[in-house]
Each structure stands twice: as structure tokens, then as C-alpha cells.
């Protein structure tokens, strides 16, 4: 029987996440008119390009997992972790690359 609770629970979260990417992006989106069409296609379909700020990633992907070991800030800028990618920003916050995790 317990199995069966976390397997519903756990069902539950992930799909409550995929719910929210949308209203996310919707939110953020209209709080940022500013960004300019081309930023919000890419945002609307969960896309990055290099040169994106840190707010733009938030929009498209989500806060990123700060207790991950790939989280970190140095001199250099930023690496925000994901689940399956990691995101590399320069010390102006702006995206140079991504990779797979």
C-alpha cells in the first residue's frame, strides 16, 4: 500500500511541475514586455540562446536546483544547475553556454 502513496504523490508533484512551466512563462512574460519578441518565442517554448539573462533562464526553465554541487558563482559568473542540463553564465549574467549534466 505504501508504494502505491508515493507512486501517486510523487505523480502528483511531477505533474503539478509541467503544470506551472506554462503559467511560469506566461507570468514572467508579461511582467517583462521589454524582452522583445524573439526572447519570447524562445521563452514560450522553453528554448535558450546564448546571451539570455538570468531572469529570461528563470522564465524559460525554472529556478535551478540550489542545493546542487553544479550551482555555483565564482569570479568567472555562474553555473545554475538543472535536472538534466547545466546553464553557464559570464560575470554580466548573461548566457555563454549550456551542457548536458
Not at 517583462?32 to 540562446?49: C, M, P, R
Not at 555555483?72 to 548566457?95: E, L
Request: aromatic fraction near 10%; charge should be negative; hydrophobic fraction near 40%.
Amino acid at each position: 500500500m505504501k508504494p502505491i502513496i508515493v507512486l501517486i504523490m510523487s505523480s502528483g508533484i511531477m505533474l503539478q511541475a509541467c503544470e506551472q512551466a506554462p503559467v511560469r512563462r506566461t507570468e514572467m512574460l508579461a511582467e517583462h514586455s521589454g524582452w522583445g519578441n524573439e526572447a519570447a518565442q524562445l521563452i514560450k517554448a522553453g528554448y535558450l540562446t546564448q546571451g539570455m539573462d538570468q531572469e529570461q533562464v528563470e522564465a524559460a526553465w525554472g529556478k535551478p536546483c540550489w542545493s546542487c554541487t553544479g550551482t555555483t558563482q565564482g569570479d568567472w559568473g555562474a553555473a545554475w544547475q538543472y535536472a538534466t542540463q547545466t546553464v553557464f553564465f559570464d560575470k554580466d549574467g548573461k548566457v555563454t553556454r549550456w551542457e548536458a549534466n
